[in-house]
């Protein structure tokens, strides 16, 4: 009878103290804030050209290496005294090219390392928090914070929201293509910010006619922006970028 007292009298005790915190869930952590290292420094960065027909507004530095600045076409170079970049009307900026005079061209290779890197960061991100969300279709979607993973293409058919505080982020690995169509606009709510919104894409980006996009694209072949598109972000992928009167600002 005494045990049996004694544990009535532990159980009792055990129901009424407080209950430990819930562990934060993994991808608090693994889903933070992708480092772009140095190629964060560039509004466009790409490997193998950009090219624009006025007229484009670029706010933000544009860089391309390894190849030179025979690649950055259509913004009407004006080289300044030292070489070590040239200027556009169309670029609130500098444009950097691998073929610059000394300290560029090293400057050029660390940031597409950078690049690189962070491409491979964001893609390899394992803790995914939606998984194939909308069957790839995110038009009319609100998107919150974490790690989307598609295993083919996402399209944006009409107006999206990306929607959290302003130290949320988004991470968006698409396996194949990423498009939105013309006219529809992707826009922010709840003091979300483009720089914490990365899109890691396999494919080819296109960007529809008068369309506007938000974030960073992280590419690993090209982006098209068709005419009168917009971004607020950064362009930085692993082949060609091309502009048609397009608006790219960087992110504050």
Known sequence: MWEKRLSLHLSHRTR??????SPRPAHAVVSGPVNLGTAGDFAILAKSGVSTVPQSIVTGDVGVSPIGQAALTGFALKSNSDSIFTESDQVDGKLYAADNASPTPVKMTAA?????????DAAGRLNVDFNEFGSGELGSKTLAPGVYKFATNVGIATNTVIEGSEDDTWIFQVAGKL??????????????????????????????????????????????????????????????????????????
Request: hydrophobic share 45%; no cysteine; proline share 4%.
């Open 112 to 120: 597409i390392g950078d690049m690189e890197t962070a491409y491979s």
């Open 16 to 21: 009424n103290l407080p209950h430990p915190p």
């Open 179 to 252: 498009s939105i169509a013309g006219d529809v606009q992707v826009t922010l709510a709840g003091g979300a910010q483009a720089k914490n919104i990365v899109w890691v894409v396999a494919g080819a980006s296109t960007f529809g006619a008068g369309s506007h996009f938000e974030g960073i694209v992280l590419g690993a072949t090209s982006a098209d922006f068709i005419t009168g598109s917009s971004i607020n972000g950064r362009v930085l992928v692993q082949t060609a970028v091309t502009l048609q009167s397009t608006t790219v600002t960087s992110p504050a």
